[in-house]
């Protein structure tokens, strides 16, 4: 197949540059988007008497008809093309005839590979987003089944104080749904057309790109030539909502590990998600978690590439940039099949409650309720503090632990003990005492709860909203 250049040149390419020059390989999965921008750009060129009304009719048809044809498999992209836009231009060349030279009047090849990767980007960012509307919604779902479940709650990997599953759950709802929020604030700056900036200064053309956003369904256009064809920061900005989402899985995906070891045995994930082992008959290992936390490397090592990609580059257009869409991509394929696979963890794991009850008992994760409850009768918080770490201290000494504690034991330590400090290292009462705003208590978890579904019932909303406008 013919390039779309090679006027001023005598010789032959030689065939190790073309294969390095080739892109084809990576961006062939824009071909839906580039036939769209060509049919919205002939469209505009008949509308606006730059070619004839019905030459514009003959390669819309034409387009529409390979469109058809490569979906269903009955037309391919030849392999011999430089990239898609010269595959999708040869094609339809080879259908319509000469009029097919005319599609590219007024349009670089700068211009239309960033109009199709903000095209392929806005589709691909709704698609993750209902990934995520499912995953966010198993969260709910296993908070609210799993409502009055406790285990201990860790900082610096130690236990530190009795929290509820749920709310230990929600937390992961949140960070979601702040991801979820990132990637729909960057497709809002993504949505803006490129296609009439030419190479990088215009063209002479009476082109309407107002016109063009309209039918591709861009919400405006990019006002600068040089910035339309040369920037590629809603790339980056994906990778890094990208990078922060994968984060979040890997970080369950690590506690998903622990708690289905032996040592820990709070959870058990389903066979659907588990493997075995070649030589361990008994092994029922955590596989997909375990490459959840390892896929997160691979998306910020993409996040990485472009960035590096983009940082010496003077405007406009350079063919570095032609780097930019394999790091994207993977971004996508990495993130999206993580985020529906951790929503097939959740739905197949069986949560062992009473395992995590029972390590919260002995544990001194009460020890804070403990000084809670002296400092609550008027001794100040940081002597209760001492004194509780005295109790803790002694108790390690003689192997006893908190709740075997008499009053009697207690007022050995300071007479200022009441029978409300009894109370207060019960695991349950630990937890439920922390009654705050966003704590663990049950009833501020159900109102958390209750929030959540409502934000999340919000978001779906408004994501059928914008779908149907897009329609």
Not at 35 to 63: C, F, K, N, Y
Not at 260 to 274: C, K, M, Q, R
Not at 408 to 414: E, K, P, V, Y
Request: charged share 25%.
């Amino acid at each position: 197949m013919a390039n779309l250049w090679g006027g001023r040149f005598e010789g032959e390419t030689d065939a190790l540059v073309f294969a390095f020059n080739q892109s084809l390989g990576f961006d062939r999965r824009l071909w839906r988007e580039d036939i769209a921008g060509s049919i919205a750009h002939a469209t505009m060129l008949g509308r606006q008497g730059i070619i004839a009304p019905d030459e514009a009719d003959i390669l819309v048809a034409g387009l529409a008809a390979l469109r058809d044809d490569l979906a269903s498999g009955a037309a391919t992209i030849p392999e011999t093309a430089e990239d898609i836009h010269s595959a999708i231009e040869g094609l339809l060349t080879a259908r319509v005839g000469a009029v097919g030279g005319k599609l590219h009047t007024a349009r670089s090849r700068n211009d239309q590979v960033a109009t199709d990767i903000r095209l392929w980007l806005k589709e691909a960012v709704g698609n993750l987003r209902v990934a995520l509307r499912d995953l966010r919604g198993m969260f709910l779902e296993t908070a609210d089944a799993q409502m009055g479940a406790i285990l201990p709650g860790r900082t610096h990997h130690q236990h530190a104080q009795p929290v509820l599953l749920s709310h230990h759950l929600l937390a992961y709802f949140w960070m979601l749904t702040r991801d979820d929020s990132r990637f729909a604030d960057g497709i809002a700056r993504a949505d803006y057309l490129p296609l009439g900036a030419g190479a990088l200064a215009g063209t002479p053309f009476p082109i309407d790109r107002v016109f063009v956003a309209e039918q591709l369904g861009f919400a405006g256009v990019v006002e600068n030539s040089l910035d339309a064809v040369s920037d590629r920061d809603f790339a980056v900005e994906f990778c890094a909502s990208a990078s922060l989402l994968m984060m979040h899985l890997s970080r369950l995906s690590e506690e998903l590990v622990l708690w289905s070891s032996p040592e820990f045995g709070f959870v058990e994930l389903s066979d659907a998600v588990t493997t075995g082992s070649s030589i361990m008959p008994q092994k029922k290992n955590p596989d997909v978690a375990e490459l959840i936390r390892g896929k997160t490397g691979r998306v910020y090592g993409d996040l990485t590439t472009l960035l590096t990609l983009m940082k010496g580059l003077v405007l406009a257009y350079n063919k570095d940039m032609q780097e930019d869409k394999e790091p994207l991509f993977d971004a996508f394929d990495t993130a999206i099949v993580c985020v529906r696979l951790m929503t097939r963890l959740l739905a197949g794991a069986t949560w062992k409650t009473e395992r995590m009850a029972a390590a919260c008992r002995g544990d001194f994760s009460t020890a804070t309720d403990l000084a809670d409850s002296l400092a609550a009768s008027g001794v100040p918080f940081r002597e209760a503090h001492e004194i509780i770490g005295r109790i803790v201290r002694e108790c390690l000494t003689t192997g006893r632990v908190l709740e075997e504690l008499t009053l009697a034991d207690l007022q050995t330590f300071d007479a200022r003990f009441t029978d409300h400090a009894l109370l207060a290292v019960r695991p349950e009462a630990s937890a439920a005492a922390r009654s705050s705003r966003g704590g663990t208590a049950p009833d501020a978890v159900r109102a958390q709860l209750s929030l959540a579904k409502e934000k999340w019932t919000r978001d779906v909303t408004a994501m059928a909203i914008g779908a149907s406008k897009e329609l």
